[in-house]
């Protein structure tokens, strides 16, 4: 059975730094794709970042670019976010995805982060 | 980028028929077979439903269809059930090489 469990949320102050993580199991990790997806309280999905499964391609929404930083750990299945410079409106739950070429077909249960002073 | 548009809600009774649109550009839905539909329910995560415009997973009922014209894409319930009631989002591949999702829309099973 594919798993993605996502860890790392918490409170971060503006401006503060926090660093998601993504386990992987029941699925070749190393060859699979992934994403993070997030979605702010109340608010529709955004993806964004990808990395691919040799972390050979990473694309990023301009909405992080700069800030965040995708990263994946193949020999310990796991998919990582870190985010610096933090605001308010990154406060979001925070998705790893699976991408199956252009879809995402597993998801993780999420991760809140709140960035609040 | 700019976020894909979907209706904010639909909304249809037990055994009829709804379809949910979802407009881009040529930059996305327009030029890419790459047309994802997921189903999310409150406090849950996304579940996808349709990808590469026309295709079901495995296990999910053949009352979900997809289906797209130029820059809009659409999905379909038939024989809506209770069980439909959820928020839905589209997604396109872009010719950035990244993801955009709509903004999407609330279906209510009256």
């Known amino acids: 059975e594919v798993q993605l469990v996502e860890s790392g949320g918490g409170l971060v102050q503006p401006g503060g730094s926090l660093r998601l993580s993504c386990a992987g199991s029941g699925f070749t990790f190393s060859s699979s794709n992934m994403n993070w997806v997030r979605q702010a309280p109340g608010k529709g999905l955004e993806w964004i970042s990808y990395i691919s499964g040799s972390s050979s391609s990473i694309y990023q929404a301009d909405s992080v670019k700069g800030r965040f930083t995708i990263s994946r750990d193949n020999s310990k299945n796991s998919l990582f976010l870190q985010m610096n410079s933090l605001r308010a409106e990154d406060t979001a739950v925070y998705y790893c995805a699976r991408a199956t070429l252009a879809a995402f077909d597993y998801w993780g249960q999420g991760t809140l982060v709140t960035v609040t002073s | 980028q700019s976020a894909l548009t979907q209706p904010a809600s639909v909304s249809g009774s037990p055994g009829q028929s709804i379809t949910i649109s979802c407009t881009g550009t040529s930059s996305d839905v327009g030029g890419f077979n790459y047309v994802s539909w997921y189903q999310q329910r409150p406090g849950k995560a996304p579940k996808l439903m349709i990808y590469?415009?026309?295709k079901r997973p495995s296990g999910v009922s053949d009352r979900f269809s997809g289906s797209k014209s130029s820059n809009t894409a659409s999905l379909t319930i038939s024989g809506l059930q209770p069980e439909d009631e959820a928020g839905y989002y589209c997604t396109s591949y872009t010719s950035r090489s990244t993801w955009v999702f709509g903004g999407g829309t609330k279906l209510t099973v009256l």
């Open positions: 590469d415009v026309t």
